[in-house]
């Protein structure tokens, strides 16, 4: 009898099971449940006192109530035996953290800590912790601690390290009455199974862990604050372990509530984005795997460590045990082009779209489709939200040069989606000069739709782009590995050989397109330097007059 394998999906704004038949890898079924406080960012439930800028928050029980949602429609519609699911795989945005007592009950579900931020979850988009990060990064580079090396030199506010820091400085009864603070997809595992274990991936991308070196010194994080000292070994205290390991068995009270078999097997969870490189059937090194949308993830496996520049970091069983995984990424993309849509888009074009009945990306596609490499004269950077990799900063900002009175909005469309064609080669290149392998490209997520990006993208690289046929790459990760944990396959390699989406169609670079992008990229990569690298660039000083102008505009003399 066919068998299956359940992956549950936490994304930022919902929640998604996808159940799989653990031979072929066919998805059966999938449901999505919206999380119903959404990303909590204005004032805490039932209270009316504003929450202060940049903070983001999320209520765990909409995750939970959510779970129950999916997993019970999903079994129903799927009429399966529920006997016959081997196995459950978790993945999650990240860094999403939960402040909770030892038994796992979150600060926020206690009475006389509702009305508290700071024990309410943390959403990995919370960037009000700028200030401890930046305290972080300072120090790190003022110790020479080798750690931050394997960051690109720098971590994110949205990282573990400095939300923490930011609940004991900002909230210290806070801190001291949480016993741990979690990662939403290690404790989605832990309710489901009474079990807590950290994961690696999380543990290694976003809390600074290392297998072979641990986390950072307690004297590191004494220097930030003396009352930081207990962070990794309290807070922090359990097991990590490698994506799909067997953390524990479901409850059975939560089989109950699922309509699932008690003693389930649940494996350990996996960030949201690196849980598409196994669904998107990635299992050895050489390909790199791209996750395309609002921005972009580039991760790839390799047999050995090797600090690239930039790079958002590399872990030992990151993503497939046996491996170090790498991340890389272009903080902007897909908003690039709906920044362009909403703010350069002239009446006509939205007249011809709306008589076309067509939406006004694929008019400003269909347009600049028509136009040659080179053609317009145009060149653009692609940080219009900063740089990930490879100058991890986020305070740089775009660029588009060669502007004429003959300019058409369709040839700057088109520049924009080259500048960000162009920031990926530069994130390949940056890894072969190092070494790394790069002989495939594999690319899932919402932007695979446009076939005037991807076929710039595969000139620009001169490479062809494999897609994935799964529009739910993460979830099938998840239920990789949640077979994996359940004794369907013996590693999760082979795993992924029989379960992971296969590529639906490639994308072949055109050889005459891909000299002249080689020539315009090296103009690109011209004004990295320029732009990025010098300490005295222009770009850097406007930024610095816009802040003069700020403080100066701002007094109320």
């Known amino acids: 009898m066919n068998q299956f394998s359940l992956g549950l999906d936490f994304g930022t704004e919902s929640a998604r099971a996808v159940l799989v038949e653990v031979v072929t890898g066919e998805i059966v079924s999938t449901k999505v449940h919206l999380y119903p406080h959404g990303v909590i960012d204005k004032h805490l439930p039932g209270k009316e006192e504003p929450l202060p800028p940049d903070w983001a928050l999320q209520n765990p029980d909409d995750w ?3 779970l129950q949602e999916i997993v019970y429609a999903t079994i129903k519609e799927s009429r399966i035996d529920p006997k016959r699911v081997v196995g459950i795989g978790v993945d999650f945005t990240s860094s999403t953290l939960v402040p909770t007592l030892s038994n796992g009950i979150a600060l926020c579900n206690l009475e006389v800590h509702q009305d508290q931020p700071h024990a ?3 959403l990995w988009k919370h960037h009000a912790a700028q200030p401890q990060s930046d305290r972080v990064n300072e120090l790190a580079i003022q110790r020479e601690e080798t750690w931050i090396a394997r960051y690109g030199g720098k971590i994110s506010s949205e990282w573990l390290i400095p939300k923490a820091l930011e609940i004991l400085e900002e909230s210290p009864e806070i801190y001291s009455m949480m016993n741990r603070l979690v990662e939403g997809a290690d404790w989605i595992v832990w309710q489901l199974t009474g079990q807590l274990a950290h994961n690696a991936c999380c543990a290694g991308y976003k809390a600074t862990w290392h297998k072979q070196e641990g986390f950072p010194s307690p004297a590191f994080l004494a220097a930030l604050n003396p009352e930081l ?3 990794y070994t309290e807070k922090l205290a359990g097991s990590i372990v490698p994506p799909g390991v067997k953390v524990g068995r479901l409850t059975k009270g939560w089989a109950k509530r699922l309509g699932l078999k008690t003693g389930t097997p649940v494996a350990a969870g996996i960030i949201d984005a690196h849980a598409a490189v196994v ?3 990635v299992n050895a090194p050489g390909t790199m795997f791209m996750i395309m949308g609002t921005s972009s993830c580039h991760m ?9 520049e930039g790079i958002s970091g590399v872990v030992e069983d990151g ?3 046996g491996f170090f995984a790498y991340e890389a990424g272009q903080v902007s993309v897909g908003d690039i082009f709906s920044w362009f849509i909403e703010n350069n888009t002239p009446f006509t074009y939205q007249e011809e779209a709306t008589s076309q009945g067509i939406s006004l990306h694929d008019l400003f596609s269909g347009k600049a489709g028509k136009l040659n490499p080179g053609q317009s004269g145009l060149l653009a950077l692609d940080w219009w939200n900063g740089c990930r990799t490879p100058l991890v900063d986020a305070d740089l900002n775009g660029l588009v040069i060669g502007y004429s009175l003959h300019t058409s909005p369709e040839e700057l469309y088109r520049a924009l989606i080259e500048s960000t064609a162009f920031g990926t080669r530069l994130i390949v290149e ?3 000069e190092k070494g790394i392998a790069i002989s495939k490209i594999r690319a899932g997520g919402g932007l695979t739709k446009n076939d005037l990006l991807l076929q710039i993208y595969a000139d620009v690289l001169g490479m062809s782009i494999e897609l994935t046929a799964s529009e739910q790459v993460s979830g099938q990760g998840a239920a990789i590995l949640g077979a994996f944990a359940g004794g369907a396959y013996k590693s999760v390699v082979e795993a992924i050989e029989s379960m992971a989406a296969k590529p639906s169609r490639a994308i072949e670079p055109d050889e005459r397109n891909f000299g002249i ?6 103009e690109y990569s011209r004004l990295v330097h320029l732009f990025g690298r010098e300490s005295q660039s222009v770009m850097r000083r406007l930024r610095e007059i816009r802040a003069e102008s700020s403080i100066l505009f701002s007094r109320k003399d």
Do not use: C, H, M, Q
């Open 430 to 432: 940056l890894f072969r």
């Open 279 to 281: 669904g998107g059937g």
């Open 229 to 231: 000292i207990n962070l």
């Open 120 to 122: 309410w979850p943390k």
């Open 517 to 522: 992008y080689s020539s315009l990229y090296d």
């Open 319 to 321: 993503i497939v045990p």
């Open 64 to 66: 939970l109530t959510s």
């Open 300 to 308: 790839l496996l390799a047999e050995a460590e090797i600090l690239v």
